[in-house]
């Protein structure tokens, strides 16, 4: 028996529920879990079902093709733990995390490799035994810096690529050939506060809430479509280095649950938005 994950998109239509259940009930799979959207505005319908048996998927996403709108999109995969590689610089906050994360499988992943812009937390993450590249922005152009970070991604062909605090901006040409693979976490005072010590910024304009936001990465910078936010309240009596000490507690519970929707396939991206069914 292997467990399956399939997640369909297309235009919405009467009967689609029925259609896509009685293909995976043809087949005599058991079906452990459905959810559907409708977006209503956009006439568009998103199913993410989760079944388990013995199957050959070539023959599934045929069935389903033939009962199914010209344009769907068809999505059948194993569930499976996801590889991935970690873009980090100086802030060990969040890499901590998905580091004992990753030792203890509290998340589907495999942190492949780690790889720095700087050499400071090489030694914390060798000290869980995964590998630790230093890639130097020092003396050389953006894009020359940009293509041995590739070149080393490549080399691990991971699923995703994360960066957990990783302070370079990343050019268009980049994020194109990792288009809808790259998740990052930001305080989300952006852009509100932009720019060094978005903390103090906000120490100095009194914030009542400290928050952050996971989303892919896009072209555009920080404004790729979201996957998870949260916040915690904070008032007059807390100073800079404490909002920054809650935004740092904040920016790692929000990556570990937007690193779960999109390691366990419950994340469709529609335009610059996401479904998700938690």
């Known amino acids: 028996m292997t467990d399956y994950i399939l997640r369909i998109d297309c235009t919405d239509e009467k009967g689609l529920v029925h259609k896509i259940t009685g293909v995976l009930f043809f087949n005599n799979l058991n079906i452990e879990r459905t959810d559907e959207f409708v977006d209503v505005d956009n006439n568009l319908f998103f199913m993410r079902v989760a079944f388990s048996g013995d199957c050959d998927p070539e023959r599934i996403e045929d069935g389903l093709r033939g009962i199914l709108p010209s344009t769907a999109n068809i999505d059948l995969t194993t ?11 100086k802030e060990h906050h969040c890499l901590s995390d998905l580091l004992i994360r990753n030792e203890f499988n509290d998340l589907p992943f495999n942190i492949l490799a780690v790889i720095g812009n700087h050499e400071v937390l090489r030694p914390l993450t060798e000290k869980f035994n995964v590998p630790f590249h230093y890639v130097s922005a020092e003396g050389i152009t953006r894009a020359e810096h940009e293509k041995q970070i590739e070149e080393l991604v490549k080399s691990y062909s991971p699923d995703y690529l994360i960066l957990a605090k990783f302070m370079r901006i990343l050019t268009p040409e980049f994020t194109k050939k990792f288009s809808k693979k790259v998740v990052n976490i930001h305080h989300s005072f952006l852009p509100a506060f932009i720019g060094a010590n978005p903390y103090k910024q906000a120490h100095h304009r009194g914030v009542k809430i400290i928050g952050a ?9 920080d404004e790729g479509p979201i996957i998870f ?3 915690t309240r904070v008032d007059h009596t807390k100073n800079a280095l404490e ?3 809650a935004g740092r507690d904040v920016e790692k519970i929000v ?16 335009g610059n938005k996401t479904i998700i069914f938690e």
């Open 243 to 245: 909002m920054a000490q």
């Open 79 to 89: 569930k499976q733990v996801k590889d991935v590689v970690v873009l980090v610089t």
């Open 255 to 270: 990556l570990a649950k937007a690193l779960k929707f999109v390691l366990e396939d419950r994340v469709f991206i529609h």
């Open 213 to 221: 936001t996971a989303h892919f990465v896009t072209d555009d910078l």
């Open 229 to 231: 936010q949260d916040i």
